[in-house]
């Protein structure tokens, strides 16, 4: 904007989108009413209406691309920390997911894949549940979901690396990590790579 759009609702750039709306209804109001005045009152009101509608308008307009800009950071940093998982850097991806400010139903998806990486299953399902609760029509959170309660639910997994039930402090060493694969079953090492992302496992086929 060549101009300070928010100075002609009375406001400073700081402001919410909810002092804007109500900013903007109040000041549409009266110039509408200001309008229908005779003489140089009308004519002013409706000149400050015509500017109020532009300046509400770039606004909008304003807000719309930093959010669009906002999303494709996001979307790029998740890229960068499920990189981080591929290749195994699962505390530098960790200490990166953690460093973000908002956590949305993608942080708690992120989360689920880096707590099944290091084996605890159940803080994965959980993390799983935070997301479908925030985005309940995400098709791909639920799917994973399902499939982590079914490997669950099929006594694929011994009961000890099921005992943890909060986020551990320590990694410690790795249950079932001597045959090369991540849960020491190959098979549920492929069906969880599936569910979780694009993040390659190194476990051998059925």
Not at 22 to 44: H, I, P
Not at 55 to 64: N, Q, V
Not at 126 to 138: F, H
Request: a negative charge; charged letters at 30%.
């Amino acid at each position: 904007m060549n101009y300070n759009a928010y100075e002609i609702l009375g406001l400073t750039e700081s402001a919410t989108q909810e002092e804007i709306d109500a900013r903007y209804n109040e000041l549409k109001a009266q110039y509408q009413k200001d309008r229908f005045q005779v003489g140089s009152v009308g004519e002013e009101a409706s000149e400050k209406l015509q500017q109020l509608e532009v300046a509400y308008r770039d606004i909008m307009l304003e807000r719309k691309e930093q959010t669009q800009q906002a999303d494709i950071k996001d979307d790029d940093d998740y890229g960068e920390i499920q990189r981080l998982i591929s290749e195994g850097k699962l505390d530098e991806a960790q200490a990166r997911l953690d460093s973000r400010v908002t956590r949305d139903a993608e942080w708690h998806y992120i989360q689920s894949i880096l707590f099944y990486k290091r084996n605890w299953f159940l803080e994965s399902k959980r993390q799983l549940e935070l997301a479908c609760e925030m985005e309940p029509d995400n098709q791909r959170y639920k799917q994973s979901l399902d499939k982590l309660t079914k490997i669950l639910a099929s006594n694929t997994i011994s009961p000890d690396q099921l005992r943890t039930t909060s986020r551990p402090v320590d990694d410690g060493p790795r249950v079932g990590a001597g045959n090369g694969t991540c849960t020491g079953n190959s098979c549920l090492d492929c069906c969880l790579c599936n569910m979780c992302c694009n993040c390659c496992m190194n476990g051998g086929g059925c």
